[in-house]
């Protein structure tokens, strides 16, 4: 990935790829690091984990313009 600035960033394949930027209470950050386990391949657990991914693919499909087909043949 090339960064050109913060408003430019190209994909390794030449595309423009989706950049999310997260920010959490630094609160909820030291809550998820304290029951993160790095050694374990089920943390974080779902309960923890998917509510937060559910949260940025909202916000990835709020922010992304629909696909229009131009040849709806």
Same mark, same amino acid.
Request: charged letters at 20%.
């Given at each position: 990935?090339?960064? &050109? $600035?913060?408003?430019?960033?190209?994909? $390794? $394949?030449? %595309?423009? +790829? =989706? @950049? &999310? @930027?997260? #920010?959490? +209470?630094?609160?909820?950050?030291?809550?998820?690091? *304290? !029951?993160?386990?790095?050694? %374990?391949? =089920? %943390?974080? !657990? *779902? *309960?923890? !984990? #998917?509510? &937060?991914? #559910?949260? &940025?693919? $909202?916000?990835? #499909?709020? *922010? =992304? /313009? +629909? @696909?229009?087909? /131009?040849? /709806?043949?």
């Amino acid at each position: 990935m090339v960064v &050109i $600035d913060c408003y430019n960033v190209i994909d $390794d $394949d030449g %595309s423009a +790829p =989706t @950049v &999310i @930027v997260l #920010r959490f +209470p630094q609160a909820e950050m030291d809550a998820l690091q *304290a !029951s993160y386990d790095p050694n %374990s391949g =089920t %943390s974080p !657990s *779902a *309960a923890v !984990s #998917r509510p &937060i991914v #559910r949260d &940025i693919l $909202d916000a990835v #499909r709020a *922010a =992304t /313009p +629909p @696909v229009v087909n /131009p040849d /709806p043949q």
